[in-house]
């Protein structure tokens, strides 16, 4: 069991409705870093030995999923049913969605092919909100400043100014597809959108609907597609793997439909990659707050066909994931909870951070105080308080209204948020680096785009609260135009999976197992193995189907 104080010890010393004492701390922010969070350490990252990116710095879990073997050969997919369209898109979150929208606006047919549901992704548990600098006192400079800033000055640029200027458009356009916003409460109708300051921002630029922001915004994102006739939605459907033509192009992708269990190999002229990120390979042990399907799917194809990735040591761990039960670890505590004041209390009774500082040092923040005994210990769990009580009592009414999910995340833990705090640990969040991208979404492969979680460059080494959802929107919406315009462009002649030879003859120079296969799909404990599912092990082959409309 590791060190620390016991919860009971803990809870006498918690006062609720006082201020609690203040921990002294000069540790400098690079110190906490490099000390407590997990993409520093000697194990933190090894070198990558195939590839393009060959020699860079990786995660040591994500390593093995990057410099493993392809899941289907030829003989798996001979005689599979052969499709076409103009724009493929895999992924069904809100990246995918706002992509599928914005290439058939343009003219483009659209496939968007999802291994869940549409719907079924990080977007839906976004719950602290989106930002955008529409206020009097915010600009996107500052907007720009700050993300920068919080990503340790590691982002592009370049990209960074453009999602920063999409902010308001985007807003709009949200509002325009019918989603709705909280508002300022002495004008509730026809009033102010309500903005409130995240951790890391030097203005208050959240905007938000309650705190379950993300779903819905994917309420209305779902609606749309489901409406577009030019979308043809294919639910339970992965990539297993891309298509390439006789130049190296991305031409397609290989489809597996779940239900069917067939293949269909989809030709397009464009593919859009929205596959999300990689916290279901719970990297370095932790706890997630992803949902079931990020498994580093999108990851894993594009960088097997050539496509150049970028800070792929860096991870965000979110500072307040749920430790206790142990059977909801690593669900997410909206940073909503600490911008309306929440504090963080340690093992002695004492606030140790100031909890609207960037998610990585507050979360390096809390490992310290762990690894230093002074968190607490319930059950073989450890943690810290994050007191919700003294915020109900500062600001009554505000669990029920304004943080309705965190309140239905404490009936799920067994207590009142009101009368108990919660325990918490970092959970594994997001993935900060990614494929490169231009400001199209464009890759180093022809013909293939990737857009939100699964692309890198924008948010650097940390991401700021509510950056992710305006990213998916920005970007998504940037690509699906670009891609549109590829439609013109012939579809390849020849489509194949040629680049998986060339990466299996180069993972046998480097000395690499060929039996390791991704992408995996699932997660290890939901047992799933394409080859058993699809009867390739017995040579069984069925009729191919596209997917569920």
């Known amino acids: 069991m590791p060190a620390g104080i016991p919860y009971d010890e803990a809870r006498k010393r918690y006062r609720p409705g006082t201020a609690p004492a203040v921990r002294s701390d000069n540790t400098s922010a690079e110190a906490l870093l490099k000390g407590y969070h997990p993409d520093h350490g000697p194990d933190a990252r090894v070198a990558l030995a195939v590839g393009v990116n060959r020699g860079d710095s990786c995660q040591p879990d994500l390593a093995r999923h990057l410099q493993a073997n392809a899941l289907i050969d030829d003989v798996d997919i001979a005689g599979a049913q052969l499709m076409a369209t103009d724009v493929l898109v895999i992924g069904g979150g809100g990246g995918g969605c706002a992509a599928a929208l914005t290439a058939a606006k343009h003219g483009a047919r659209v496939i968007l092919a999802t291994k869940l549901r549409l719907g079924d992704s990080n977007t839906v548990m976004a719950e602290g909100g989106i930002q955008a600098a529409i206020g009097e006192d915010d600009s996107p400079q500052l907007h720009f400043e700050?993300?920068?800033?919080?990503?340790?000055?590691?982002?592009?640029?370049?990209?960074?100014?453009?999602?920063?200027?999409?902010?308001?458009?985007?807003?709009?356009?949200?509002?325009?597809?019918?989603?709705?916003?909280?508002?300022?409460?002495?004008?509730?109708i026809g009033g102010n959108l309500l903005r409130k300051k995240p951790g890391g921002a030097s203005a208050a630029r959240i905007l938000s609907y309650r705190d379950y922001t993300g779903l819905e915004m994917m309420r209305v994102l779902r609606e749309a597609v489901d409406l577009d006739p030019g979308i043809e939605v294919w639910n339970r459907c992965p990539a297993v793997e891309l298509l390439?033509?006789?130049?190296?192009?991305?031409?397609?992708?290989?489809?597996?439909?779940?239900?069917?269990?067939?293949?269909?190999?989809?030709?397009?002229?464009?593919v859009i990659i929205a596959t999300g990120g990689a916290?279901?390979?719970?990297?370095?042990?932790?706890?997630?707050?992803?949902?079931f399907g990020a498994t580093a799917d999108g990851l894993v194809l594009a960088y097997r066909i050539g496509a150049r990735l970028r800070e792929l040591d860096s991870f965000q761990y979110h500072p307040t994931g749920i430790a206790y039960p142990p059977h909801l670890a690593g669900g997410l505590i909206s940073e909503a909870a600490r911008s309306a004041g929440a504090k963080l209390i340690n093992g002695e009774g004492e606030r140790f951070v100031d909890e609207l500082k960037a998610r990585d040092i507050v979360a390096s923040a809390i490992l310290r105080e762990c690894a230093q005994g002074r968190g607490i210990i319930r059950e073989g769990q450890v943690g810290v308080l994050l007191d919700t009580p003294t915020l109900e009592m500062e600001h009554p009414g505000i669990l029920d209204k304004r943080l309705v999910t965190l309140s239905h995340l404490a009936h799920k833990c067994g207590h009142d948020a009101a009368k108990e705090p919660f325990l918490v640990y970092p959970t594994l969040h997001y993935q900060n680096g990614g494929v490169a991208i231009d400001g199209h979404g464009t890759t180093s492969v022809s013909g293939l785009y990737c857009v939100g979680e699964v692309a890198g460059g924008i948010h650097g080494r940390n991401r700021l609260m509510g950056n992710a959802l305006l990213d998916i929107l920005s970007m998504g919406r940037r690509a699906g135009a670009s891609a549109a315009e590829a439609k013109r462009s012939a579809v390849a002649s020849r489509a194949g999976i040629g680049h998986v030879h060339a990466w299996q003859r180069e993972l046998t120079l480097a000395g690499l197992p060929l039996h390791v296969k991704a992408p995996i799909l699932f997660p290890g404990y939901a047992h799933f193995d394409l080859r058993v599912n699809a009867g390739l092990r017995a040579g069984v082959r069925g009729r191919a189907a596209g997917g569920v409309r």
Request: hydrophobic residues 40%; proline residues 5%; aromatic residues 8%.
């Open 279 to 291: 916290g279901r390979l719970h990297l370095n042990s932790f706890p997630t707050s992803n949902h």
């Open 244 to 270: 390439s033509d006789e130049r190296g192009n991305c031409a397609g992708a290989v489809i597996y439909n779940l239900e069917s269990r067939t293949f269909v190999l989809v030709r397009a002229a464009a």
């Open 146 to 188: 700050d993300t920068l800033r919080a990503g340790h000055f590691c982002g592009d640029p370049a990209l960074v100014a453009q999602m920063v200027m999409d902010g308001p458009d985007v807003i709009r356009w949200l509002i325009q597809l019918g989603m709705m916003f909280d508002q300022e409460e002495d004008r509730p």
